[in-house]
Nanobody, 125 residues
Framework: QVQLVESGGGLVQAGDSLRLSCAASGRTFSSYVMGWFRQAPGKEREFVAAISRGGSSTYYADSVKGLFTISRDSAKNTVYLQMNSLKPEDTAVYYC??????????????????WGQGTQVTVYS
């Protein structure tokens, strides 16, 4: 089992950048595929990005491709989401998630077993 704690959210202006962090507990961090999802008010939770166990493969939603970058640091048991050129439509609660059941592009929330509590990102124009 793993516990996930997100941080780094905040209120920023359109065009700014933010880096979200997700710290994972336990000693088996490298066995998890990690993902980021987001949920805006009144909308369903949507996939943002995922990274493979070793960090060599990454997957992105079309809406963030080229703007967001997911990475992981196994020494720190942490996964990051670097978000550049933020837009008001990026406003949402961002969630970190982990799974051991899937290794190839897990993009559905049902494919993940563990979730963080979320961190709010608000982008104003």
């Amino acid at each position: 089992q793993v516990q996930l704690v997100e941080s780094g959210g905040g209120l920023v202006q359109a065009g700014d950048s933010l880096r979200l962090s997700c710290a994972a507990s336990g000693r088996t961090f490298s066995s998890y595929v990690m993902g980021w999802f987001r949920q805006a008010p009144g909308k369903e939770r949507e996939f943002v990005a995922a990274i493979s166990r070793g960090g060599s493969s990454t997957y992105y939603a079309d809406s963030v491709k080229g703007l967001f970058t997911i990475s992981r640091d196994s020494a720190k048991n942490t996964v990051y989401l670097q978000m550049n050129s933020l837009k008001p439509e990026d406003t949402a609660v961002y969630y970190c998630a982990a799974t051991t059941r899937y290794s190839l592009a897990p993009v559905r929330s049902s494919q993940y077993d563990y979730w963080g509590q979320g961190t709010q990102v608000t982008v104003y124009s």
